[in-house]
């Protein structure tokens, strides 16, 4: 069965830092490319991040693009997203997703909230 | 970017009733579409890839078409699981752009 499970999620200050995990199982990690997607309260989803299975090609949106880093580590099975320079528009629950066509499989999310 | 616009951003149907949501990208984005559903307090389920592929395990009510740049979700009978949020998002190019929602709501 593939599971997806974040962890890292918390209250942050602005321009503080936070580095969010996914633990992958159930499925070739090493094969797929994941995404980071995010959705604040009350709103719709938004894409934030990509890596391909080798960590050759990443890409990430315009409102995390410099501040957040994504990352993974195949022989752990995990995937990372780094995030630094915290703004309170980026208050949201942080899902990790396996890409395929899509994103066919998803954890159930991290929230992380950040205020003064 | 690749904008998609969602509608409507919400509908009221019946238990047994036709509704279509459509999603329309603002350039070509040849098939490469997904439609997801969405519950309170859980995470997005996949439904539809590559625009018409229903996912594994989804029911066969729903179902996805598209012409040029215009795509649709359709559920033929709607049931009292369905109502939910459901999103489209297309993975052509970067950003993976999500369309603004549709909440599916009881009449």
């Known amino acids: 069965e593939v599971q997806l499970v974040e962890s890292g999620g918390g209250l942050f200050k602005p321009g503080g830092s936070l580095r969010l995990s996914c633990a992958a199982s159930?499925?070739?990690?090493?094969?797929?490319?994941m995404n980071w997607v995010r959705q604040a309260p009350g709103k719709g989803l938004e894409w934030v991040s990509f890596?391909?299975?080798?960590?050759?090609?990443?890409y990430y949106s315009d409102s995390v693009r410099g501040r957040f880093t994504i990352s993974r580590d195949n022989a752990k099975n995990s995937l990372f997203l780094q995030m630094n320079s915290l703004r309170v528009e980026d208050t949201a629950v942080y899902y990790c997703a396996r890409h395929f066509s899509g994103s066919d499989y998803w954890g159930h999310g991290t929230l992380v909230t950040v205020s003064s | 970017a690749i904008q998609l616009t969602q509608s409507p951003s919400s509908l009221s149907a019946s238990v047994g009733d036709r509704i279509t949501i459509a999603c329309r990208a603002s350039q070509g984005i040849s098939s490469a579409l997904a439609w997801y559903q969405q519950k309170p307090g859980q995470a997005p389920k996949l439904l539809i890839y590559?625009?018409?592929r229903l996912q594994t395990g989804v029911p066969s009510r729903f179902s996805g078409s598209y012409s040029g740049t215009d795509f649709t979700l359709t559920i033929s009978s709607l049931q009292p699981e369905d109502f939910a949020a459901y999103y489209c998002q297309q993975f052509n190019g970067y950003p993976f752009t999500f369309g603004g929602g549709t909440n599916v709501e009881i009449k």
């Open positions: 159930g499925f070739t990690f090493s094969a797929y490319s």
């Open positions: 590559d625009a018409s």
């Open positions: 890596v391909s299975a080798s960590s050759s090609h990443i």
